[in-house]
């Protein structure tokens, strides 16, 4: 397994988004192991979450539904080396296409931008899981 840590900064941080505004800022990609790897796949997903109230025989039950809103390829079957990091810059157009969820069906709605890089047979936000920026909307 692939020892890659993921950091980002955000620079232009808002309290609250809206759609169709930008966020930009940079994002990093560490090995921390002892060989090198190859990137198959640098990608930014920005993505909804949220739980969806079903109904199962005779039981309700809460489903989590992810779904990606839009998704951009960064950099795709580059090296990288043992104890280097990557740094990539970023701007995101959020889409204008989301909006609240709201619905008695409907708990836990938020969105968010997801670093991802793929060395091995998944993809993952990096070893720690830090690669995840919840965008904060109005509820």
Known sequence: MANIYIDYNIS???SIYQPGDIISGTFSLKNRGNQDEKLKKVIIKYVEYFYSRERVIIKRVWNPIIKTLKETVVDKGRIIKANEK???RFKFKLPISWKNR???KIKDWKIS???FEKTGLIS???IDGNGVYEVP???
Do not use: A
Request: charged residues 15%; glycine residues 6%; hydrophobic residues 20%.
């Open 113 to 115: 931008l997801c670093f």
């Open 12 to 14: 232009n941080q808002k």
């Open 102 to 104: 709201k619905s008695p």
């Open 86 to 88: 990557l740094e990539y």
């Open 124 to 126: 993952t936000t990096g």
């Open 137 to 139: 909307i109005s509820q």
